[in-house]
Nanobody, 125 residues
Framework: VQRLEESGGGSVQAGGSLKLSCTAS????????MAWFRQVPGKKREGVAR????????YYADSVKGRFTISQNNAANTVYLQMNNLKQEDTGMYYC??????????????????WGQGTQVTVSP
């Protein structure tokens, strides 16, 4: 069974940092594109960042540019999301995803092939 497993979420004060990890089972790690999304209750899931695995190109939502960094360790089938200078509006459930088309489209939901279960990030004042 292919699966993605996120970890690293937690509670932090505004201005703090967290690093999320997403480890893929055999066959679940994309050789094309991996992504992070987030969602708060009552709102649509939104794209946060993507990494074009083979060439390591990265794409970010405007709201996180300069604060978040997506990276990869292909040998470990793992993608990371380093989040610095966190804001209250970054609070949400963060999901890892395997993307099969148009890696540059950060917010696209239609081209997601596989989702993780999510890890909660809570930023307090």
């Amino acid at each position: 069974v292919q699966r993605l497993e996120e970890s690293g979420g937690g509670s932090v004060q505004a201005g703090g940092s967290l690093k999320l990890s997403c480890t893929a089972s055999q066959g679940a790690y994309s050789t094309y594109c991996m992504a992070w999304f987030r969602q708060v209750p009552g709102k649509k899931r939104e794209g946060v960042a993507r990494i074009y695995v083979n060439v390591r190109s990265t794409y970010y939502a405007d709201s996180v540019k300069g604060r978040f960094t997506i990276s990869q360790n292909n040998a470990a089938n793992t993608v990371y999301l380093q989040m610095n200078n966190l804001k209250q509006e970054d609070t949400g459930m963060y999901y890892c995803a395997k993307v099969d088309l148009r890696c540059d489209r950060v917010h696209d939901l239609e081209n997601v092939e596989l989702w993780g279960q999510g890890t909660q990030v809570t930023v307090s004042p």
